[in-house]
């Protein structure tokens, strides 16, 4: 693989959501009390890899912030004094401009059109993926946050 | 944004792993015991954004499944008896195949190189982004798993 090889992904749907621009944004999908449901609306050619998806109370996004003008390696965050290497950070600058949020999933709206709840993306965002959430391996709730620990959200939304 | 949208990725790095073939990989990456520590080597021109990792006790990685022939909408999963949407399932066959493992970060083996555990992927999958792991927003543990629940993995590795 050499480090100029390009990655072609495709959108399989869109992301409605209350927010405009990237300015309105929550911090976090888990900061608005109480949270909006958001609809997420899956292309027909993709309809049915959705079978299955009833009884997960919470699913993975992937989406791609289409939004963001620039990648940046490095960045004083609003709330913070120091510059922080991106990876460190859940700022949409990343040169991978993909963002992953753990939803919950309020079942279909119609066939599918997703009801979820937690997310903090623009509206008319890109979907690239949807996954199944596994607490047996997504889950670490002692995880320590590193510089971010100070600075973690109070949120009013907590585990569903 | 049209369906035909392309939207172009390139690799950040390489994971290195001990499986040369998805038939050698685990089920999940929290079942071999012990987890070997697995290598995340960053290319140079990106190590500026590595700056503040430290202190983080767990990650998510993006990476690009590469080694995987053709997306499948529908399949039957090797230990279940009925055909399941691919969006309900974690195994490799998305129509974008871009993997999401939540890794504990065991520091830099050197500078750019990561030491983890708990992946599941081949040796030599791109990388595509590493963000922190954020109890408040990620760890979701009383989760449910719909169809996944009965067939769960009793894992040797559980939260750290």
Known sequence: MSQTTTLSCRPIGTIRTPWQT???????????????????????????????????????????????AQPKLRFTPPFDDTERGVFATRAPFHPNPIGVSVVAFDGFAEPGVLNVRFLDCTDGTPLLDIKPYLPTTDAVPAASMGWLGRHATRNANTTT
């Open 22 to 68: 990237p300015a309105d944004c929550p911090r976090n999908g888990r900061q608005p009390d109480p949270a909006p449901v958001c609809r997420v609306q899956v292309l027909p050619e993709f309809h049915p890899g959705l079978a299955s998806l009833d009884g997960f109370s919470h699913l993975i996004l992937l989406y791609w912030m289409d939004r963001v």
